[in-house]
């Protein structure tokens, strides 16, 4: 069973700045697969929050764009997201997401938590 974790988040007050990161637990050929982050605010559906794939191609949803950053490390396996100027409204659970499948990904973290005040 492959599981993703993430960590770095934590509670930082509006104008701060967060990095999560993410790794697997073990290889699944992670260098090849697109991978994304997901969100998901108190009472709200999940969302997509930016996406990365292969070949460093990235997306972000207009509510992050332009303070996000997302990154790929292939030889260390991990996935990274710079979050800069948070606001209140990025409160929420982050997941990690891993290997695109039809319209889903195959593998995903438990979240890390982020608090914005």
């Known amino acids: 069973h492959v599981q993703l974790v993430e960590s770095g988040g934590g509670s930082v007050q509006a104008g701060g700045t967060l990095k999560l990161s993410c790794a697997p637990s073990?290889?699944?050929?992670?260098?090849?697969?697109?991978l994304a982050w997901y969100r998901q605010a108190p009472g709200k559906e999940r969302e997509l929050v930016s996406t990365?794939?292969?070949?460093?191609?990235?997306t972000y949803s207009t509510s992050v764009e332009d303070r996000f950053t997302i990154s790929r490390d292939n030889a260390r396996n991990t996935l990274s997201l710079q979050m800069n100027s948070l606001q209140t409204d990025d409160t929420g659970v982050y997941y990690c997401?891993?290997?695109?499948?039809?319209?889903?990904?195959?593998?995903w973290g438990r979240g890390t938590q982020v608090t914005v005040s």
């Open positions: 997401a891993a290997c695109q499948s039809g319209a889903g990904f195959r593998y």
């Open positions: 073990r290889d699944i050929f992670f260098s090849t697969c697109k």
């Open positions: 990365i794939n292969s070949i460093g191609t990235t």
